[in-house]
């Protein structure tokens, strides 16, 4: 598929596994160059909550993509809302995950759902956070990132991000829930969960969030043109 750049407006893509704070990093790097933000994980979640709601099983591929046409997705700020329905709050914890990373696995939901994430391109620029930003939705990004860090620290940083939401859990639970979404991301064969061939890999299991947004910063303003 033929890509349109829009205007040339830069992108930076932010990969990566589950909880490693690409969230986080994301929104500190939006604020800080002024630019837009896409939660790709936020658009495939918000299916899986319909999904859910509505009783659908994960393998009925055709009333996904019926129930797809009829919801139209919008950000404002950090939320998203769906068909003007705010549901930020509803999307975050790990049973939305599983069927977001399940769903996710199918080729005409992704396809679907391309365009939609193209489509959030807007001046001055954009932070896309996902799995495969850098890989297939913006490849010709400015610069690309994959930030990782070492399962216990965000199994910690996941717990600590639920509670705070008043989110109950168990953390042996969510570990496992965080490991198993991992390998479904990881060894699907549509877009994986990889670093793009020219990404730089970040492992912030031992930085705070200031160290791995001013990396990035350094590396967006000494990258090469
Ligand atoms: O980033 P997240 O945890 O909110 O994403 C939830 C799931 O959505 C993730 O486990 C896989 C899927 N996803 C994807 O396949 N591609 C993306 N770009 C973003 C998320």
Redesign the pocket.
């Known amino acids: 598929m033929k890509i349109k750049i829009k205007n040339n407006i830069p992108v930076i893509t932010i990969d990566g596994p ?1 909880a490693a704070g ?1 969230g986080t990093i994301s929104s500190s790097l939006a604020r800080r160059l002024g630019w837009s933000i896409l939660d ?3 658009i ?2 918000s299916l899986a909550f319909f999904i859910i709601q509505n009783n659908i099983s994960c393998n009925d591929i055709n009333a996904i993509l019926r129930l797809l046409k009829t919801l139209k997705f919008s950000f404002h700020s950090n939320d998203i809302y769906v068909n003007n329905l705010n549901i930020t709050n509803k999307i975050r914890n790990e049973d939305v ?1 599983k069927v ?2 399940i769903i ?1 696995e199918n080729s005409n939901i992704r396809d679907s759902l391309l365009n939609i994430q193209r489509h959030s391109i807007q001046e001055p620029g954009l932070i896309a956070d ?4 850098g890989t297939v ?1 913006f490849p010709f990004a400015s610069l690309k990132i994959f930030l990782t860090a070492n399962i216990d620290v965000r199994v910690e940083r996941r717990y600590k991000q639920l509670i705070t939401s008043k989110v109950s859990v168990n953390i042996s639970n969510l570990r496992s829930a965080i490991m198993d ?1 991992d390998l479904r ?1 990881t060894e699907r064969v549509l ?1 994986p969960l990889i670093p793009a061939y020219d990404a730089h890999v970040i492992d912030s299991s031992y930085l705070t969030n200031d160290e791995t947004v001013s990396i990035i910063l350094d590396l967006w303003k000494n990258r090469l043109y």
């Open positions: 589950t690409k790709s994980g936020a495939y979640r995950g977001a990373s996710s996902g799995r495969d930003m939705v979404r991301d877009s």
